[in-house]
């Protein structure tokens, strides 16, 4: 392959995955615990964007529950976010492990 169609599928690869990345900034995804009492909102990267607590799951008696469903809430949320970045990544690549400097 000659060096400038090497370079110029490399920059085609480079646009691709910079449209992937601002995908995943901007989708919303949703990891909840406690059937719903407690939701988490991340976006495609994992960064968490909200969290939303039903007055009925605060127990000052119990806050370790609370914690605890906070807690599965959020892991659910980026775990979501995580196979998400994995999946879109992993078209654009054909699963080749991704690209340093790319990312």
């Known amino acids: ?3 400038d169609k090497l370079i110029k599928q ?3 690869m480079q646009a691709q995955m910079a449209l992937a ?7 919303v995804l949703e990891g909840s615990a406690g059937g719903g009492a407690v939701k988490v909102t991340a976006n495609g990267h994992g960064d968490v ?14 806050v370790e529950m609370l914690e ?10 980026i775990s ?9 990544m992993t078209a654009l690549t ?4 991704g690209f340093p400097g790319l990312m």
Not at 80 to 88: C, M, N, R, V, W
Request: aromatic letters at 0%.
């Open 1 to 3: 392959m000659k060096m």
């Open 10 to 12: 490399a920059q085609r």
């Open 21 to 27: 990345q601002e995908e995943l900034q901007n989708t």
């Open 49 to 62: 964007l909200s969290i939303s607590i039903a007055k009925g799951a605060v127990n000052p008696d119990d």
């Open 68 to 77: 605890d469903l906070v807690l599965g809430a959020v892991k659910e949320a």
């Open 80 to 88: 979501k976010a995580k196979a998400l970045s994995e999946q879109k």
């Open 94 to 97: 054909g699963g080749m492990g």
